[in-house]
């Protein structure tokens, strides 16, 4: 691990690029009172939905202390980030775990991340898949059955074919079994065979977010589509 600041940003931000995510150092961000300086600033991009992580990093010689976390928390907030994260490789104080408890900061180390093998990173990437799931149960089921047939969102009675019910049950069932954080686990579900090539075994976080994803973002693209034509209508 490099002893140099500046280095030690810039290896975190590879980090998260070797996820797929993209990352970028040195980055000034606009809150609602003010700006901040952010040392990683993280993004992931979807159809119709972005995540911003903001990343600070504390490579020193002495354990974080709570007054750093709680700045962290400040400034997640006033740019409406969906989480923060702190590196800092010589640990936290304990009054500085006490106030990342229960909030969407979380307190970590470059070493650590790595060792554990991206997991960590795409635990917090289910949660993320969780609401945006949920965001479609919501819209899916704010439209009637004919038009969901109509656009391809379910089959008619008695046929075969595309059922975004049938993703949302499977992937709200897999991501609480993944938020167990008990791997390896089997699918063992009713729709799983529906879905070509989706394993019968989630060998870790990284796999189930993996295969959960593309079916999620498919299901957000036909109900974009849908909801394009419906306001058309209209």
């Given at each position: 691990m490099t002893e140099d600041w500046y280095e030690y940003q810039e290896e975190a931000a590879e980090f998260f690029r070797s996820l797929g995510l993209e990352a970028k150092t040195n980055?000034?961000?606009?809150?609602?009172?003010?700006?901040?300086?952010?040392?990683?600033?993280?993004?992931?991009?979807?159809?119709?939905?972005?995540?911003?992580?903001?990343?600070?990093c504390k490579y020193w010689n002495s354990r974080v202390s709570k007054l750093h976390v709680l700045g962290l928390r400040e400034i997640v907030s006033d740019t409406g980030a969906d989480r923060g994260i702190m590196l800092a490789e010589k640990g936290f104080q304990s009054g500085a775990a006490e106030a990342a408890t229960l909030t969407n900061v979380h307190l970590t180390s470059l070493a650590d991340v790595r060792y554990a093998a991206s997991d960590e990173v795409f635990g917090m990437r289910l949660s993320e898949l969780y609401d945006r799931i949920e965001k479609c149960r919501d819209r899916y089921?704010?439209?009637?059955?004919?038009?969901?047939?109509?656009?391809?969102?379910?089959?008619?009675?008695?046929?075969?074919?595309?059922?975004?019910?049938?993703?949302?049950?499977?992937?709200?069932?897999?991501?609480?079994?993944?938020?167990?954080?008990?791997?390896?686990?089997?699918?063992?579900?009713?729709?799983?065979?529906?879905?070509?090539?989706?394993?019968?075994?989630?060998?870790?976080?990284?796999?189930?977010?993996?295969?959960?994803?593309?079916?999620?973002?498919?299901?957000?693209?036909r109900l974009d589509d849908c909801f394009v034509v419906l306001v058309d209508k209209k």
């Open positions: 980055t000034i961000v606009r809150g609602v009172r003010t700006t901040h300086d952010i040392d990683v600033l993280v993004k992931s991009q979807y159809a119709g939905f972005e995540v911003t992580w903001i990343v600070e089921w704010s439209i009637t059955k004919e038009t969901r047939i109509e656009h391809g969102l379910r089959p008619d009675v008695f046929e075969n074919g595309y059922s975004g019910a049938n993703i949302i049950t499977l992937a709200e069932d897999l991501l609480r079994k993944g938020f167990r954080g008990v791997y390896p686990f089997e699918t063992n579900h009713l729709y799983r065979h529906a879905v070509n090539a989706f394993p019968a075994v989630i060998e870790s976080a990284g796999v189930l977010f993996a295969h959960l994803e593309p079916l999620i973002r498919e299901l957000e693209q």
